[in-house]
Each structure stands twice: as structure tokens, then as C-alpha cells.
């Protein structure tokens, strides 16, 4: 390797360790300790939640957003109002249907 090869990669190594590092307490209010994908993943099952995912125009999720702002909700939690709002024979907070 060339020595501008081994200094970028010692550079990229520098960078990604910052990037990982966070932010100090100093600079900001205190991180909130995070859960990692595993955890929340596991928190969303016990909860009953499953993830759906799907493609909407983006002035209906800028829509979405604005919304769920307003009303103090998630975006999540704004869409489960709509859905079950608009579907006939579902009731919202049981996992029964009708029909």
C-alpha cells in the first residue's frame, strides 16, 4: 500500500470510530440509554404489533406527520386510529374481526 493509502484508511477507522462514539453529556442533555433492534423488536411482539411495511406518496406522509404533531400522537398511533376508524367489523384494541 501507499503511505495516501494507509493514512485515508487510518482517517476512514478515525471517522467511524467517532461516529459510533456519540455525543458527550457535556454537550447536551444526557443520551436516554438506547434499546438495541433485538430488544424493541422483542417489546413490539410481546405488545402485539407487527410490522407492515408499504410505499405512500410523500405529501400524504408529510400529511401524516403533520397530523400526528398536532393531535400530540405518533405516526404509528395516528394510522392505527384511521385504519380501524375506516374498516368495517374491526374493533380497535381487540385481535378479533367480524365478518
Wanted: glycine residues 10%; hydrophobic residues 40%.
Amino acid at each position: 500500500m501507499k503511505k495516501a493509502d494507509l493514512e485515508k484508511t487510518k482517517a476512514m477507522k478515525i471517522v467511524g470510530k467517532l461516529a459510533q462514539s456519540g455525543t458527550p453529556v457535556r454537550y447536551g442533555a444526557a443520551p436516554a440509554p438506547a434499546i438495541d433492534r433485538r430488544e424493541q423488536r422483542r417489546l413490539d411482539q410481546a405488545a402485539g404489533l407487527v410490522p407492515f411495511a408499504t410505499k405512500l406518496p410523500a405529501d400524504l406522509i408529510t400529511a401524516l406527520h403533520f397530523a400526528a404533531h398536532t393531535r400530540g400522537v405518533t405516526t404509528g398511533e395516528l394510522l392505527v386510529q384511521l385504519l380501524s376508524g375506516s374498516l368495517p367489523g374491526y374493533h380497535a384494541g381487540t385481535d378479533s374481526q367480524e365478518g
